[in-house]
């Protein structure tokens, strides 16, 4: 990433930039979203992450597999600089992952238990979310498109656990972050709401969002992260 370039700027894409450019110098390669280097995860005296190494340019998709306790979840985390590394190198867009005022805005993690605000509205956590990052967007719109106009005025405490998992993805479908990671997005939904997650994230794909999924039924996410990847042992190989 070049010098005085901000994460922000980063986010927004290199567009703009580019065209102001084109006439001077060669058009730039597309950035790796992703790139780990070795990368050693241990929490406690458990060692969860065994040398993770991975490019992934930006606008691709990822499926991540692994058995429950593979570390899909910790590896999501570390990428969204929640978590540090014990040893190794890890790039978010050219930002270091140690940077995690940099990685935090280029990055949006839905967590798998939603990770809403409990005592805030549905509307509140939205626009609460669009103002971390600095951004506007039409959190009715976003409410209506996955069926919770009625949750707008309600505190989040009282929705259902699909209904958290609706209001999370309108969350991350409104913040359309550049990286944006996804803890199992299928959990707790009807076959409408999956459908509803497929259209939703298949919207940010299309938009070059780079996703990574992280899921247990391989068959959708596929569908919209089509790179499989599975997680064993502490080692991250194509699936
Ligand atoms: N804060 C922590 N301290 C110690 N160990 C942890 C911590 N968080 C997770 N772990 C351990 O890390 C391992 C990986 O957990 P993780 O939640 O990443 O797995 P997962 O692949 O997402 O599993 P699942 O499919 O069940 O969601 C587990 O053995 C878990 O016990």
Request: charged share 25%; hydrophobic share 45%; net charge positive.
């Amino acid at each position: 990433m070049a010098e005085g370039v901000s994460a922000r700027d980063a986010g927004r894409g290199t567009q703009e930039q580019t065209d102001l450019t084109a006439h001077r110098v060669p058009r730039p390669a597309p950035p790796h979203a992703l790139q780990l280097r070795d990368l050693w995860l241990r929490l406690g005296r458990e060692v969860i992450l065994r040398g993770v190494t991975l490019d992934v340019p930006a606008g691709e998709g990822i499926t991540l597999l692994g058995e429950n306790g593979a570390g899909k979840t910790t590896l999501l985390r570390l990428l969204a600089s929640g978590l540090r590394p014990t040893r190794g190198e890890g790039r978010v867009l050219g930002f270091d992952l140690r940077d995690g005022r940099a990685v935090r805005d280029l990055i949006h993690l839905m967590p798998v238990d939603a990770g809403l605000y409990p005592d805030l509205t549905g509307t509140e956590n939205l626009d609460f979310a669009l103002g971390m990052h600095g951004q506007r967007g039409d959190a009715a719109g976003a409410l209506r498109r996955v069926g919770l106009e009625r949750a707008a005025a309600r505190r989040t405490r009282f929705l259902s656990a699909g209904m958290r998992k609706r209001l999370a993805l309108a969350r991350a479908h409104l913040l359309a972050r550049p990286v944006t990671l996804v803890d199992e997005p299928f959990a707790n939904l009807d076959d409408a709401g999956r459908q509803l997650t497929l259209e939703l994230l298949g919207d940010l794909a299309g938009q070059g969002v780079t996703l990574v999924v992280a899921a247990h039924e391989p068959d959708l996410a596929r569908q919209v992260a089509p790179r499989a990847l599975r997680l064993a042992g502490g080692k991250l190989e194509e699936a």
